[in-house]
Every structure is written in structure tokens, then in C-alpha cells.
């Protein structure tokens, strides 16, 4: 495709419930990046793949929270028991060199836990 | 305080204003600065780039950088109303990978 794409767009998870996040970065971009950006608030980085080398998870709130990039392509973040301070928009990133400052921005999944 | 500070706003201007958006830093290890801009619902977009200080020009578009007051502006000439949206600040170390990104700044440009 054209751009990162991430499904689903939305996502209303029960408190407690294991939810899974999906990122289709741009073709051949070796560099993805995950997001969380609460309301009124800029994004915080939370994870960074080289290829499926996950190098950098230092911004992982929780051990709740687990991301995977298997064939360094398409990648997953999970997030299991969900909590109500988890609700915010996960966006995704993708870039073509390992340190390329252009990182493309996909629309996000907006997560709602209730 | 935040590693980036960013006023968030809102700031309302008329179309065809000049308009300056500021963002202040800390770490002085930061040596790549980006403005995003956030329409609703949307995943940001980049818009300017730069190394290090100095200032960048595209179009409509002025990016500053001053680093010895750990200072960086975004200058929007002849504002439109699709310039209506919220702007990044975000910065990067050499080393580093994550962004840091300000708060952002909604801007609206009335017609």
C-alpha cells in the first residue's frame, strides 16, 4: 500500500480483556515504531523494530504490554488485561533506514477500555 | 517538568496571518527536531526537518532551531484555513531512536 496502515481503527475493549493491534508499515521500510498518545497529549514512543530485531522497548508502560514484528514486516502490539488508563490512540511508524529522521505515521487505532 | 514543553493553546488567527509556534527543550543532546501537523483523527504528518540549528525554508514553511537557548519555532506565512490542525514539536538525540514530542499546539485559521 501507499502508507502505514493499522487495523482496527477502533477498538472498545471490556476491562481486563486482551487486545491485539496490527501495523502494515510501508513496503521495504526497515525501521517501525509504536506510539501511545493519550487525549490532548503528544505521542510517547513505545517500542522500535530494526527489521523483526526488536532494539528498543524502553517505553513499554507494563509488562502488559508485548510487541512483535516476526518476518520484519507487518507487526503486533498486545495488550493483555486491559485497564482503563491503556484508552488512548496506539500509532505506528515506519521508516526506510534504521536511523532515518522521515518516520510515516499511520492513523492509529484509537482504543477505548470500558 | 517534560523533557519538551509545548504551549497547547488553542491559538486562533485570521487568514492570511503570520503565525509562530515555539516549543522549549532540555536536553541538550538533542540534535534533530521535526514539526508535525495532527489533523483530527489523522496520524501526524511531517512537515519540516532539521539538523542541528539553523533555519529550514519550504514554501510557506519556516523552521528555526537555537540551540543555545534551546529554542525551535515553526513560521507560517499567509495562513489558510487548511492550515486548521495541531502541531508537533518532536526531537531525537544522535543516538537516540524515540521521538519526543511536545504536547502540540491546536491552531485554527479563520476565513
Known amino acids: 500500500g501507499a502508507g502505514v496502515s493499522q487495523s482496527p481503527r477502533y477498538k472498545v475493549a471490556k476491562r481486563g480483556q486482551d487486545v491485539a493491534l496490527r501495523c502494515d508499515p510501508i513496503?521495504?521500510?526497515?525501521?517501525l515504531f509504536w506510539y501511545q498518545q493519550a487525549l490532548g497529549q503528544g505521542p510517547e514512543f513505545l517500542t522500535y523494530?530494526?527489521?523483526?530485531?526488536?532494539?528498543?522497548k524502553s517505553g513499554l508502560p507494563s509488562d502488559r504490554f508485548f510487541a512483535e514484528r516476526p518476518e520484519g514486516s507487518v507487526s503486533t502490539l498486545k495488550i493483555q488485561r486491559t485497564q482503563q488508563e491503556d484508552s488512548a490512540v496506539y500509532l505506528c511508524?515506519?521508516?526506510?533506514?534504521?536511523?532515518?529522521?522521515?518516520?510515516?505515521f499511520g492513523q492509529g487505532t484509537r482504543l477505548t477500555v470500558v | 517538568q517534560k523533557e519538551v514543553e509545548q504551549d497547547p493553546g488553542p491559538l486562533s488567527v485570521p487568514e492570511g496571518a503570520i503565525v509562530s509556534l515555539n516549543c522549549t527543550y532540555s536536553n541538550s543532546a538533542f540534535q534533530y527536531f521535526m514539526w508535525y501537523r495532527q489533523y483530527s483523527r489523522k496520524g501526524p504528518e511531517l512537515l519540516m526537518y532539521?539538523?542541528?540549528?539553523g533555519n529550514k525554508e519550504d514554501g510557506r514553511f519556516t523552521a528555526q532551531v537555537d540551540k543555545s537557548s534551546k529554542y525551535i519555532s515553526l513560521f507560517i506565512r499567509d495562513s489558510q484555513p487548511s492550515d486548521s490542525a495541531t502541531y508537533l514539536c518532536a526531537m531525537r538525540s544522535q543516538a537516540g531512536t524515540a521521538l519526543i514530542f511536545g504536547k502540540g499546539t491546536t491552531l485554527s485559521v479563520s476565513s
Open positions: 532539521t539538523y542541528s540549528s
Open positions: 523494530f530494526q527489521n523483526e530485531a526488536q532494539l528498543d
Open positions: 511508524a515506519s521508516s526506510l533506514e534504521s536511523v532515518d529522521t522521515e518516520a510515516f
Open positions: 513496503s521495504g521500510h526497515v525501521s
